[in-house]
């Protein structure tokens, strides 16, 4: 997902609304500044993204769905991308439902997320409420399984012991893998690196 992408889908919201980017964050409840070109890059240069609960009560202002906001950003207006599958987070623990690349096998469900090309996606449902408020109980995250991660991602991890955790990314060493819970309930967990099957990263959640 480009960051382009997403801020000019933004601003195809607005405009098949009759607004402007002003006034589709002043429709949302939000600073009417919020999606003005000048948010987009911060001062030094570096790409600004628009937050999640923005883009929700972006498409409450409009009515419109994620499929058709997923479909703006991929560049067909008049499309809702395409079928990948999504599995929850019990499911995902099963010996034999994941290849060894951390793609899921034979799962049923499908639900509707822009074409990225030769780019794998799934979605995947969380359980619990360790990262709360970012991620609830039933919101769907999209993964995207080989894309490099870094410190302060957001991340889906899969142990060989078959336990599957959403959680952000902390300090990455090669003895020791931390990962953080944005509920302050949740204590940190550290991992050695050999105990982890798979690293996956969040690259979107519908909420």
């Known amino acids: 997902m480009q960051h382009n992408a997403l801020w000019a889908a933004i601003d195809a919201l607005a405009a098949r609304a009759g607004m402007t980017a002003s006034g589709l964050a002043r429709a949302s409840g939000l600073d009417a500044t919020t999606f003005n070109k000048s948010k987009r890059v911060s ?37 809702a991308g395409r079928s990948i599958p999504i599995v929850g987070l019990a499911r995902a623990g099963a010996d034999g439902f994941f290849d060894d ?3 899921p096998v034979g799962a049923a469900e499908t639900v509707r997320f822009p074409d990225l090309g030769d780019e794998r996606v799934y979605a995947l449902e969380i359980t619990g409420d360790s990262m709360e408020p970012l991620f609830r109980n039933g919101d769907v995250v999209i993964v995207q399984p080989g894309a490099a991660v870094r410190k302060g991602d957001r991340v889906v ?6 336990e599957v955790m959403a959680k952000e990314l902390g300090r990455r060493t090669d003895t020791t893998l931390e990962l953080l819970s944005l509920n ?10 050999r105990d982890v099957d798979w690293i996956a990263r969040i690259v979107w959640a519908s909420q």
């Open 101 to 103: 690349a951390g793609f």
């Open 43 to 79: 001062a030094d240069g570096r790409p600004r993204w628009p937050s999640t609960e923005s883009v929700v009560l972006a498409l409450q202002a409009t009515g419109a769905t994620f499929d058709e906001f997923a479909a703006l950003v991929a560049g067909r207006p008049g499309g």
């Open 157 to 162: 991890v899969r142990t060989r012991t078959g």
């Open 184 to 193: 302050p309930a949740h204590p940190a967990r550290t991992l050695d690196p």
